[in-house]
Structures are given as C-alpha cells and as structure tokens.
C-alpha cells in the first residue's frame, strides 16, 4: 500500500510537473510567438512607409506601368530658339522662337502665322557678304511665307536710323553722284507701309516699335 501509494503519488506529481511544464512551455513559446508577430507587424509599417517615401510602394509602382504622370516627372525641354543673323530668312515651328543677335543699326521683321509658326528676316543697313540686301530681303521673306495666313508683323529695332526706301533701293545700290537717303526723323509709318508693301500684307497688319540695342527674341 505504501510503496502503490508512493507510486502513484509519485506518477501523479511527475504527470502534474510534466503537465505545468508543458503548459509553461506553451505559454513561453506563445508569448514569443506573439512577439514574433508583434515584432513582424512592427517591421511591416515603417517598411510600408519607406516604400512610399522611397516612391516604390505598390500604387507608384502601378503608375509607372500605367504611363500616368507619377512615372513621369522630368518636363521635356524646350527646342533652342532659330537663330536669324543679319541678311538671313529663317523661321520657327508653331511654339518655337526666334532669335536675333546684336541688332543695333538692324530691323527685324517677323510673321506671324495662324498656325502659331513664326518667319522672320533680319534687315541690316550694309549687305553682309552671302547674305541678301535690303532691297531684296522683304522678297524673300513673302516668299518663304507663301500663301500661309498671317495674323501680324511686327518690325522692331533701330527705327530711327531706316528710311523707308533702303527696302526698296539698298545703300549699296547707289552710284557715284547720287544722293542716298537718310531719314531725318523716325519715321515708323512709312517703315510700315512699307514693309506692307513688300510683303503683301495689309498695312493694319504691320507694326513698328523702336527697341534698344541688343538680342532679340521672339515668341
């Protein structure tokens, strides 16, 4: 009786250490299995905030795929402005520019078209060598702008030192003895009129604005 009691206190007190060892067990290794996950859902939201701070979460990434403006953010750049040296006719596509340099004793002329795109010619008082005349650089402006409609030109630069006839006679067109014109006052009508002329534009079409020397640009 003794040694079957001992015996079985003894199997039951070793079924019951095993039994709080076990439980202990389970609640030692569910503890660190919660904080396994708790230590994973930690980690899972500063990672979600990096991803969208680095730009690689999930809806970026879509973006990119999808061509929508987040995959793009760098603007194209703009083409170089056309650059018109003195005696030249050169234009620009619609949203282009135009740009003339050093325009001191120069007019500029510039079409504008209806379609957005812009002609124009840079008039210089002296010829330069390979380049056209006064006299003949308004003829070849109308010609390169053709039948294309026109909404404007517009003549800048140093007004006061044209007379409206070097469009018509160049100074280098006179010969010894004859008298070569020099404006006494500026003259921006006749300038207009005839630049109108030349072109074969109404004159209401035709401004003239006198400008300080320098580049010209033209949008």
């Given at each position: 009786?003794?040694?079957?009691?001992?015996?079985?206190?003894?199997?039951?007190?070793?079924?019951g250490?095993?039994?709080?060892g076990?439980?202990?067990g389970?609640?030692?290794?569910?503890?660190r299995?919660?904080?396994?996950?708790r230590g994973?859902?930690?980690?899972?939201?500063?990672?979600?905030?990096?991803?969208?701070?680095a730009g690689?979460?999930?809806?970026?990434?879509q973006?990119?795929?999808?061509?929508?403006?987040a995959?793009?953010?760098?603007?194209?750049a703009?083409a170089?402005a056309?650059?018109?040296?003195?005696?030249?006719?050169?234009?620009?596509?619609?949203?282009?520019?135009l740009?003339?340099?050093?325009?001191?004793?120069?007019?500029?002329?510039?079409v504008?078209?209806?379609?957005?795109?812009?002609v124009?010619?840079?008039?210089?008082?002296?010829?330069?060598?390979g380049?056209?005349?006064?006299?003949?650089?308004?003829?070849?402006?109308?010609?390169?702008?053709g039948?294309r409609?026109?909404?404007?030109?517009?003549v800048?630069?140093?007004?006061?030192?044209?007379?409206?006839?070097?469009?018509?006679?160049?100074?280098?067109?006179?010969g010894d003895?004859?008298?070569?014109?020099?404006?006494?006052?500026?003259?921006?009508?006749?300038l207009?009129?005839?630049?109108?002329?030349?072109l074969?534009?109404?004159?209401?079409?035709?401004?003239?604005?006198?400008?300080?020397d320098g580049?010209?640009?033209v949008?």
């Amino acid at each position: 009786m003794f040694i079957r009691e001992i015996a079985g206190r003894g199997w039951g007190r070793g079924r019951g250490l095993r039994d709080r060892g076990l439980r202990r067990g389970l609640r030692v290794r569910g503890l660190r299995h919660g904080h396994r996950k708790r230590g994973l859902r930690l980690l899972a939201v500063p990672a979600a905030v990096l991803a969208l701070y680095a730009g690689t979460g999930p809806a970026v990434a879509q973006s990119r795929l999808d061509g929508s403006p987040a995959a793009s953010t760098t603007a194209p750049a703009a083409a170089p402005a056309v650059r018109i040296t003195e005696g030249q006719v050169r234009e620009a596509g619609p949203g282009g520019a135009l740009l003339y340099p050093s325009v001191t004793s120069c007019l500029t002329v510039t079409v504008r078209l209806a379609d957005g795109g812009l002609v124009g010619a840079h008039a210089s008082l002296f010829q330069v060598p390979g380049e056209y005349r006064s006299d003949r650089i308004l003829g070849a402006l109308r010609s390169r702008v053709g039948d294309r409609p026109v909404t404007a030109v517009e003549v800048r630069g140093a007004v006061g030192a044209w007379h409206p006839g070097y469009f018509t006679k160049a100074v280098e067109s006179y010969g010894d003895g004859e008298a070569v014109p020099y404006p006494t006052r500026p003259d921006p009508d006749g300038l207009a009129a005839a630049v109108a002329d030349g072109l074969g534009q109404p004159r209401a079409k035709v401004s003239v604005t006198d400008v300080p020397d320098g580049d010209q640009t033209v949008r």
